[in-house]
């Protein structure tokens, strides 16, 4: 059985079952914009617009497009120049949740981090088996 929520679109009651963020109306709605978007985009010349170019087209929501190449239902391998914002920097990306170079730049802080990590304890560890320390005891 579900819960009784609001429809964040259209601030209507829904129930609620664990499928959809939205009311069937609302979803019924999206389901529209998508398939005029699809459409738009199925033209050979349309194949590579950007996303601003099929917002004014189609008057489609940017949030919309990004959730649907997020979820996988526009492919950027079709449609070259799609994606949705990096969660870090807001530049595109097409796969994860961060670009390219967020994820170049913290798997390289993380590195430091790790090396910075492995140099302290190797000084601490040199430091207890120095024979002044043993001898001080």
């Avoid at 870090?88 to 590195?111: A, M, Y």
């Amino acid at each position: 059985m579900g819960e009784l929520r609001n429809c964040p679109k259209c601030n209507g009651f829904f129930n609620y079952i664990g499928v959809r963020e939205i009311c069937s109306k609302c979803a019924a709605n999206e389901e529209e914009m998508y398939e005029t978007v699809y459409r738009f985009l199925r033209k050979r010349e349309n194949r590579a617009a950007t996303i601003e170019r099929i917002v004014e087209a189609t008057g489609v929501e940017e949030d919309l497009l990004h959730k649907w190449v997020r979820k996988g239902r526009l492919q950027p391998a079709l449609f070259p120049n799609l994606g949705y914002p990096c969660d870090n920097c807001g530049h595109l990306t097409t796969v994860g949740k961060l670009c390219d170079s967020c994820q170049s730049k913290f798997k390289g802080e993380l590195r430091a981090f790790e090396a910075g990590q492995e140099f302290r304890e190797s000084v601490t560890k040199n430091e207890r088996g120095t024979y002044l320390n043993e001898r001080k005891k």
